[in-house]
């Protein structure tokens, strides 16, 4: 294995189309971890779930085993990214988080980013309409609203309280994995 080179897949619930969760997450990638994005030993791949209800599709699961297979020198860490929505009243969205929290720690490299309410929730501190996330994604990255958004509300290692992520906290942890390899 190619201990110079890393390949970074994450899975994101919107749509090939929005593309709206990877403009975000590049967005937070660059902003607090800017060597490490521009490096041309990582590479990043995006697998669009189209709603988190498809995270072990055979067609997602497909699409991550495709990635990790075209880069077999190199490590690869899968990221999920998953909305919390309403887990904490939510007996289904509970379960569906439980399963994919699981499906992560099972698995060597696997980590789940997670946004309590969403994504949106979390960066833009409001809830948006589908209609207007394509919109609202735009604005926040001309804008550079990342500048803005409070660090500690993205370093919330169990995101439990509403907008908070645990996203910096994985990202610090894979480039520790990096670093030590």
Not at 95 to 101: E, N, Q, V
């Amino acid at each position: 294995m190619n201990n110079d080179y890393f390949q970074i897949v994450f899975v994101v619930e919107t749509t090939s189309k929005a593309k709206t969760d990877c403009r975000y997450i590049s967005e937070i990638f660059s902003f607090y971890f800017n060597e490490f994005y521009r490096s041309s030993s990582i590479t990043r791949q995006f697998v669009y779930m189209g709603g988190k209800h498809s995270w072990n599709s055979k067609r997602v699961q497909s699409e991550i085993k495709s990635h990790i297979k075209s880069m077999p020198d190199c490590r690869t860490f899968v990221l999920y990214s998953i909305d919390m929505d309403n887990f904490t009243t939510n007996p289904n969205d509970e379960s569906l988080i439980s399963s994919i929290l699981k499906h992560c720690e099972e698995r060597v490299d696997y980590h789940c980013i997670l946004f309590n309410k969403n994504i949106e929730h979390v960066l833009l501190g409001k809830r948006v309409k589908d209609s207007q996330k394509v919109k609202e994604v735009g604005h926040f990255i001309r804008k550079h609203s990342i500048e803005s958004v409070l660090e500690p509300s993205l370093r919330n290692k169990n995101p439990l309280s509403e907008k908070t992520s645990n996203v910096l906290c994985v990202f610090d942890e894979i480039i520790k994995n990096i670093n030590e390899s």
